[in-house]
């Protein structure tokens, strides 16, 4: 499938990237007049806006499948004037006639998938009534108008005939990624960054960048931590801790220090300005869809009044955030700090080890949805925050939560550590509280997605057989791709998919196991050794989750870790003023 355009650009498709599901016809229908209906109005329009369609029938609904010409991609990317790098190293707004000019990605390719993410979608969603009156539309016994200059995919969506609109697996790229990563144990750390950012994106891409270099960044203070436990130093054995203690530090400063030297070198290999701006236009490109962008002039004559009332909104803003801190405060403070120390005296008065074990996991797990449902009380709040934009709002978020996870994750250490100072025994509870959380986590975090996928395949299947029009003793399985990604559960935060995908679980999980590791390194130096593990049994688990247990996430913009860089910084704080 060959793709005309631009000087030397001759390129194939790209794959099936995105999916649009749609509920099935009823045979009735069907027969009645199937051209007539309005599916196949919405088939003929993307055919037209140069994408190539196939349809497919599955059981729980019928999937419209969607690749691009890169000509297409490239004629979108243009009316979008989505901005990309040149090889001058400067930013131009893009022509496909002069498509040589301009950085290609790390694969060769000439778009990244959040680029040809956000072209496919404004493709679909630019499809807009262009006759001089509406058109009327039907499906099944349903019958409904189609308005000028409306778009066609979001009526279709108003009236829930459009159910969803995904991106797709690669199969030949996810094969791929499943033997040279997610498979791969020969190297334990060793991942293929530049093919996790083509495929997924930059934000997941640099999650699994810093997990990486966190991980192997790891083995040195593990190794010096082994040896304080099994070497018996003699009459220099008062120097290991204090050595250790200042060998941490010293690990830590250049840790961060040289991710951030990391951070920079692979958004210079991916063409990608710290300033974002590519996001920033495409995600002014989508909001936009259908609309011309316009900015109104203002009068001079009103600056003053102008300049009051965005000193009002962001002192308003200031105090909305004041109070909603105090909110999340409070609530550690009067619900979950009791909660925390019952636990911790539950602990003591426990006897026998493996009622001790029994006893964390189940705090564990109580603990976990006591403090998403806090997360779910911050997202509200933060709907009333006045932030400047998603990543501020994000950035709130990410703050309120770790706080909450803060207290659950160490006020029961810290209460051990400062009441019976007993070193013995805070060992105790550590090897315990990373042993279970470990196995909890690992055993939840990829448990749910297969039993959320198990039980969507049995309603549809069981739904499926009991339909009168289904014939008597005819076997019914999903047997295509399509509907098996459909009935996947999404990439998102446990607390909500408002302004975070999965990967704020994730880095939220580094960010505790980060603090905990910094906070309690001198009491007990194998705890590297306990977070080395887990984390290469992360990068595998959380690489399978993402290619087989979940569906392609939708790209998000980020250029940096963001916030969570802050939270690491407050943890070794932490670790200097409590050592």
């Known amino acids: 499938m060959g793709a005309g355009g631009g ?7 790209t794959g099936f990237e995105v999916g649009i599901v749609v509920p099935k016809l009823s045979r009735a229908a069907a027969a009645a007049g199937a051209a007539e209906d309005c599916v196949v109005r919405l088939v003929r329009e993307l055919e037209s806006a140069g994408l190539l369609v196939e349809r497919v029938r599955g059981v729980p609904a019928e999937f419209i499948k969607l690749a691009a010409p890169m000509g297409t991609l490239g004629r979108a990317a243009a009316e979008m004037q989505m901005k990309k790098l040149t090889y001058i190293g400067m930013e131009l707004q893009f022509e496909w006639d002069q498509v040589a000019a301009f950085v290609r990605q790390p694969d060769g390719s000439l778009f990244s998938w959040r680029e040809r993410y956000f072209c496919f979608r404004y493709l679909i969603y630019g499809i807009v ?52 990563w997610a498979l791969n144990w020969l190297d334990f750390t060793w991942q293929p960054i530049d093919e996790i950012y083509s495929y997924f994106g930059t934000k997941i891409a640099t999650y699994f960048a810093f997990l990486g270099m966190y991980t192997r960044w790891l083995f040195f203070p593990a190794v010096f931590g082994l040896a304080t436990q099994l070497i018996d130093f003699g009459s220099l054995q008062w120097l290991v801790l204090p050595a250790f203690f200042i060998f941490v530090i010293s690990w830590a400063v250049f840790f961060l220090q040289f991710w951030k030297r990391k951070n920079s070198a692979l958004l210079a290999r991916w063409g990608i300005n710290c300033s974002l701006s590519e996001y ?70 426990t006897e026998t080890e493996v009622m001790r074990y029994l006893l964390t996991a189940v705090y564990l797990v109580a603990i976990q949805y006591y403090t998403r449902i806090g997360g779910k009380v911050s997202v509200n709040l933060i709907k009333y925050e006045n932030n400047q934009g998603e990543e501020s709002s994000s950035a709130s978020l990410v703050y309120k939560v770790f706080g909450l996870y803060f207290m659950q994750s160490y006020i029961g250490l810290f209460y051990h550590a400062s009441l019976y100072r007993d070193i013995l025994a805070l060992r105790q ?16 975090e990829n448990s749910i997605p297969y039993l959320k996928y198990s039980y969507k395949k049995y309603i549809a299947v069981h739904k499926k057989k009991h339909e009168k029009e289904s014939p008597s003793g005819k076997s019914v399985r999903l047997s295509t791709r399509v509907e098996k990604e459909y009935l996947k559960p ?81 943890c070794f704080l932490n670790f200097l003023f409590d050592s």
Not at 547 to 561: G, Y
Request: charged share 25%; aromatic share 8%; with cysteine.
């Open 490 to 570: 999404s990439y998102t935060a446990s607390i909500g998919a408002e302004l975070e995908d999965g990967l704020f679980d994730d880095f939220l999980e580094l960010t505790l196991q980060f603090g905990m590791i910094m906070m309690f390194a001198c009491a007990f130096p194998l705890i590297f050794c306990f977070a080395a593990l887990n984390n290469v049994t992360e990068i595998r688990a959380d690489a399978l989750k993402l290619l087989v247990m979940l569906k392609r996430p939708v790209p998000r913009a980020a250029a940096t870790i963001g916030a969570w860089l802050n939270i690491f910084q407050v």
């Open 280 to 349: 920033k236009n495409l995600d002014n490109e989508l909001g936009s869809l259908g609309d011309s962008l316009t900015i109104e002039e203002k009068k001079f004559d009103d600056v003053s009044a102008e300049k009051r009332k965005l000193q009002r909104n962001e002192w308003f803003g200031v105090l909305l955030r004041i109070r909603n801190n105090a909110i999340i405060v409070l609530a550690i403070i009067c619900l979950q700090l009791p909660f925390e120390l019952a636990y911790a005296h539950l602990y003591e008065i």
């Open 129 to 180: 009534n262009k006759t001089n009156s509406e058109i009327t539309l039907k499906f099944d016994d349903k019958e409904f108008h189609w308005k000028e200059n409306e778009s066609l995919l979001t009526r279709l969506e108003s009236e829930g005939v459009v159910k969803l609109v995904f991106p797709l697996h690669d199969e030949i790229k996810r094969k791929q990624l499943l033997r040279n």
């Open 429 to 444: 509870v550590l090897i315990q509280r990373l042993i279970v959380s470990q196995v909890l986590e690992n055993l939840i």
């Open 7 to 13: 000087e030397g650009a001759v390129e194939e498709a």
